[in-house]
C-alpha cells in the first residue's frame, strides 16, 4: 500500500489532530490482545500507534477505519495510550484529503445527511417527531421536569421507533411531566466526532447547546449511550454542564421512587448486552440489570463475555454507517455467545446494538430462536399502561 507523505510532515499532522499518545507506546501488543478484530480477522492496533510515530500511517487503507472505539485497550495499557485518540486522528487526516475507502463511504453519505439534515439517516428535519403521532408527548418548555432528547435513530429508524413509543409511554404512565424538541433537536454528534469530522460535531453540538439553552433546559433524559457520553463527556468542552441520565438509571428511580409500579411478569430467559458506551465508556452496568432483576418470571443469564469485558456490537466508532463484511461481523459472533448462555431475549440499551443485532438475527435466521429487545419494550410490558 502506497504511503501518503512520509516523515516529520505526517507526524506534525497527527500531534496536531490530537494523536501525540503514540509517543507513550512501548509496543507490548497488550491491545491487540484485547481486540475484538482478532475474533474475525487480524488487525492490529499497536501497528497503527508504530508507523504513526514514524510518520507511515497508510491513511489511504482500510485499517484507520476499523477501531469501533469499543474501549477494551485503553483499559489494558500499561502506558496510558490513548489510542482511540490516535486512532481518530489518522481518520481527521483521511477525512481532511477526502480519502475514503470503498467501504467507509457509505459514513460520507451520513456526514452530507448531518450537514444538511442533522441527522445520518437522510430523514428530513421537518419528520424528526413524526414517531411521536403515536404517543402522547408534548413540545418541551422550560420549566418542565426534563427533556426527552430522542436522537437520530430512534427519531427515524422504523425499528427504534417502537422503543422510543415504548419510552414515551412509560414516561407517561409514571407521570413525569417531559417534553421534546422536535425539529429543533440535532445529532448529538458522538459519531461523526469519532470518524474524524471534527468541525460537523462542533457545529452539531453548538446547535444543540444553544437550544438547550435557549429553552431553558437542565435535565436531560436520553436512550442513546452515544448521546450520554457525548453530553456527559464531550460538550463540557464546551463550559457546559448539563444533568444527562440514561434511560436505563431514570426508570429505575422511578420504580424505586414509587412513581412506576411493575405490575406484569415476563417469563423466560433474557440476556443483557451492555453497549461499550453506556459500560466501558461510563460504568453504567448495574442499572440495566437492577431494572431486570425486579421483572417478575424472568431469568437473568450472562454471555462469557459481558460487564467491563463486553463483546461490542460492532457499531461505534462510525462504524454503524461502514460495510463490515458478514464473516467479520462482531454482532453475529454476540448472537451467538446469547444462545449459548441459552437466552431466549436478548436485550439492551442502544440503537446502533440494536440495528446490528436485528441485522445478524436475520443473516444467522435466528427468527424464532433469538429475540432482540430494548430494555424499555420489557419494561413497557410489565408496567400497567
Ligand atoms: S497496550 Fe499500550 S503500550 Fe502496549 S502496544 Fe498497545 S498502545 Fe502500545
Ligand atoms: S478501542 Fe476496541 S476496537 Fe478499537 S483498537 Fe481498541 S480494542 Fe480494538
Known sequence: METLAPFQEVIDEIQAAGGFDYRLCFQCGLCDVVCPWNKVRTFSMRRLIR???????????????????????????????????????????ASEYEIFPPSVRPARTARASLISEGNPLQGERKNRADWARDAQVRTFSEGMEALFFVGCYLSYDPRMKRVTVAIANILNKAGVDFGILGEKESCCGESIRKIGSEQVFK???????????????????????????????EYPEFMVNFEVVHITEY???????????????????????????????????????DLLRMVPGLELKEMSEWGRESLCCGGGGGRIW????????????????????????????????????????????????????????????????
Not at 485503553?74 to 482511540?84: L, T
Not at 436531560?220 to 453530553?231: G, L, N, Q
Not at 421512587?257 to 452496568?285: A, Q
Not at 441485522?359 to 435466521?365: F, G
Open 51 to 93: 508507523e504513526s510515530a514514524f510518520g507511515l500511517s497508510e491513511i489511504e487503507g482500510e485499517d484507520i477505519w476499523r477501531c469501533t472505539t469499543c474501549g477494551r485497550c485503553p483499559e489494558q495499557c500499561p502506558r496510558g495510550v490513548n489510542q482511540i485518540q490516535v486512532g481518530v486522528s489518522l481518520r481527521r487526516l
Open 203 to 233: 457545529n452539531l453540538a453548538r446547535e444543540n447547546i444553544k437550544t438547550f439553552i435557549d429553552n431553558g433546559v437542565h435535565k436531560i433524559i436520553v436512550a442513546s449511550p452515544h448521546c450520554y457520553h457525548t453530553f456527559k463527556n
Open 251 to 289: 426508570l429505575l428511580q422511578l420504580i424505586r421512587e414509587g412513581r412506576l409500579e411493575i405490575s406484569k411478569e415476563h417469563s423466560g430467559t433474557v440476556t443483557y448486552h451492555d453497549p461499550c458506551y453506556l459500560g466501558r465508556h461510563n460504568e453504567i452496568f448495574d442499572a440495566p440489570r
Open 322 to 385: 461502514m460495510d463490515t463484511p458478514q464473516n467479520e461481523r462482531f454482532s453475529d459472533i454476540r448472537l451467538q455467545q446469547a444462545r449459548e448462555a441459552g437466552a431466549q431475549t436478548l436485550v439492551t440499551s442502544c440503537p446502533y446494538c440494536i440495528t446490528n443485532f436485528e441485522e445478524s438475527k436475520l443473516n444467522l435466521e435466528y427468527e424464532g430462536v433469538l429475540e432482540i429487545k430494548d430494555i424499555t419494550e420489557i419494561i413497557q410490558d410489565v408496567v400497567s399502561l
